[in-house]
């Protein structure tokens, strides 16, 4: 399944769910109430559980790439990234989201003053 497809999926499961609880309710049929609340809490523990074990996951993978730069590095390969490399590439970064951000809000402000003007 694709991984954009998932979250629209789990909505539609979710929300087909929550109707179908509140028709319950309606109807006054609570033990469907408690079984389908209980199936929405159960979906969500697993969603939860499945979140923490791929962080975990990738926590491992990048301590494996990590350590594998730095024995490249040692080994004469490709030197591995220096602090100031990372505070170099970073601040680059910010000051690029910073300039992009001064550039809407200029967009914004000019918006605003044309329809001012109107």
Known sequence: MPALLIPVVGAGVAGLLSLGAT???VAGLWWV???VVTLLVAAT???ALDADRRI???R?????????????????GRAAPTTEDVVGTVRALQAQYTGRLDRLQDAVDEVLRRDDRD
């Open 23 to 25: 028709l319950a309710a």
């Open 33 to 35: 109430v408690v079984l």
């Open 45 to 47: 523990l697993v969603v």
């Open 56 to 58: 975990r996951e990738t």
């Open 60 to 76: 491992r993978f990048l301590h494996r790439e990590l350590g594998r730069l730095e024995v490249a590095g040692a080994a004469g």
